[in-house]
C-alpha cells in the first residue's frame, strides 16, 4: 500500500467533523487553491433560490467566517 492510499483509508475512517478540519487545514496549506475556490463560491452566491441553495449559501457563510 502506498503512502497515498493509507492516508486515503485513514481519511475514510474520520468523522464528518473531523474531514471538515482536514479540509481546511489542507487548504490553508495551498492558499492559491483556497482563494480560487472562494472566487468560484462567490460567483455562484445567490444562484439558488430554492431550500438547498439557501442552506449551502449559510454554510458557506460559515466556512467564511
Known amino acids: 500500500?502506498?503512502?497515498v492510499e493509507?492516508?486515503?483509508n485513514d481519511l475514510r475512517?474520520?468523522?464528518?467533523?473531523?474531514?471538515v478540519e482536514?479540509?481546511?487545514?489542507?487548504?490553508e496549506l495551498v492558499p492559491e487553491a483556497s482563494r480560487r475556490q472562494r472566487e468560484a463560491l462567490a460567483k455562484l452566491?445567490?444562484?439558488m433560490g430554492d431550500e438547498a441553495g439557501l442552506a449551502i449559501e449559510e454554510a458557506l457563510k460559515?466556512?467564511?467566517a
Open 62 to 64: 460559515e466556512e467564511d
Open 13 to 19: 475512517d474520520l468523522p464528518n467533523a473531523k474531514l
Open 22 to 27: 482536514v479540509a481546511r487545514f489542507v487548504r
Open 6 to 8: 493509507s492516508i486515503a
Open 45 to 47: 452566491k445567490g444562484a
Open 1 to 3: 500500500m502506498t503512502l
